[in-house]
């Protein structure tokens, strides 16, 4: 499908979109792709500035002008920023990446728990020291960690993020969803002693032990 085409990740300076233009039929494709896949989370996106990872030599001055009035009406992103793809792929392979393992990018601290009836949205990662009560509700573009009990409803990888994850001392939400999948606890009363991470694994949601040496 050509929503594959684009990626949308969050990093330390804001958010990532990497878009494969040749997968599209022409620059309005691609356009309403984007605006449709944005919408997803627009939210999370309202102010925000996004970089946008492509190849340049197939987008005209023109076609850049309408892309960043087109983001500014319907998701109210405030800039555009252009990087070359080939570029960075280049560079890439020059890099000595320390941390392999799940994505740090820009992210909120929330000293409190979470009470039923409010709501948390960030676009990036979230980490709560507190719980989230029945009836709370987190959204994450990114990761959400929770240095407590999820009893709640919480949403990683809002907009698409499949390699978003969940995690939490004690693993019991109302709802648990990463970018369109999404899954409940199971009601057998089973409450582990040790720390969980949910995570997509064959396009379904699975939830393990949280090894810490498996992840870094």
Request: proline fraction near 3%; glycine fraction near 10%.
């Amino acid at each position: 499908m050509k929503v594959h085409s684009i990626q949308i990740r969050g990093t330390k300076e804001g958010i990532n979109a990497a878009i494969d233009m040749d997968k599209f039929d022409s620059f309005q494709d691609m356009l309403d792709t984007l605006v449709k896949k944005l919408s997803v989370g627009k939210g999370f996106y309202k102010g925000a500035s996004l970089k946008i990872e492509t190849n340049l030599k197939l987008l005209k001055e023109d076609d850049i002008l309408k892309l960043k009035d087109a983001l500014f009406e319907k998701i109210q992103i405030k800039d555009c920023i252009f990087e070359d793809i080939k570029r960075l792929e280049s560079n890439e392979n020059k890099e000595n990446k320390l941390f392999n393992g799940i994505y740090e990018g820009k992210t909120k601290f929330i000293k409190k728990t979470i009470r039923g009836g409010q709501q948390v949205k960030y676009y990036g990662n979230i980490v709560i020291i507190g719980d989230i009560n029945h009836g709370a509700e987190v959204y994450a573009g990114g990761n959400i960690v929770v240095l407590g009990t999820i009893k709640g409803q919480v949403h990683a990888g809002v907009g698409g993020n499949k390699k978003a994850i969940i995690s939490a001392f004690n693993l019991q939400p109302e709802i648990l969803q990463i970018a369109d999948i999404v899954t409940i606890a199971p009601d057998d009363g089973i409450k582990p002693s040790y720390p969980e991470l949910a995570k997509i694994k064959d396009n379904i949601i699975v939830v393990e032990p949280y090894l810490p040496k498996k992840y870094i």
